[in-house]
């Protein structure tokens, strides 16, 4: 439910939301993730959000970020 809103909000200010894409790599410029490479081409964006479950690990240490990601199983 809680995606669904943000999803709903982002639409409503003007935002595009990109799903079933296969991410290969991040594009950083001046330290900000700016972008994407997908198998579908380059897609710029002012904003990106990354929710590419157990590939995220990688694609954020491809752009040099670090972040303690584990997998919860419940």
Same mark, same amino acid.
């Given at each position: 439910? /809680?995606?669904?809103?943000?999803?709903?909000?982002? $639409? $409503?200010?003007?935002?595009?939301?990109?799903?079933?894409r296969r991410v290969l790599s991040l594009l950083v410029e001046g330290g900000r993730?700016?972008? &994407?490479?997908?198998?579908?081409?380059?897609?710029?964006?002012?904003?990106?959000?990354? &929710? &590419?479950?157990?590939?995220?690990?990688?694609?954020?240490?491809?752009?040099?970020?670090?972040?303690? /990601?584990?997998?919860?199983? $419940?």
């Amino acid at each position: 439910m /809680l995606v669904q809103t943000w999803a709903r909000q982002v $639409r $409503r200010t003007g935002g595009r939301i990109r799903t079933t894409r296969r991410v290969l790599s991040l594009l950083v410029e001046g330290g900000r993730v700016t972008g &994407a490479c997908t198998e579908e081409g380059t897609i710029l964006a002012g904003h990106v959000v990354l &929710a &590419a479950g157990p590939e995220s690990d990688a694609l954020l240490r491809q752009a040099g970020v670090a972040l303690p /990601l584990t997998n919860a199983h $419940r």
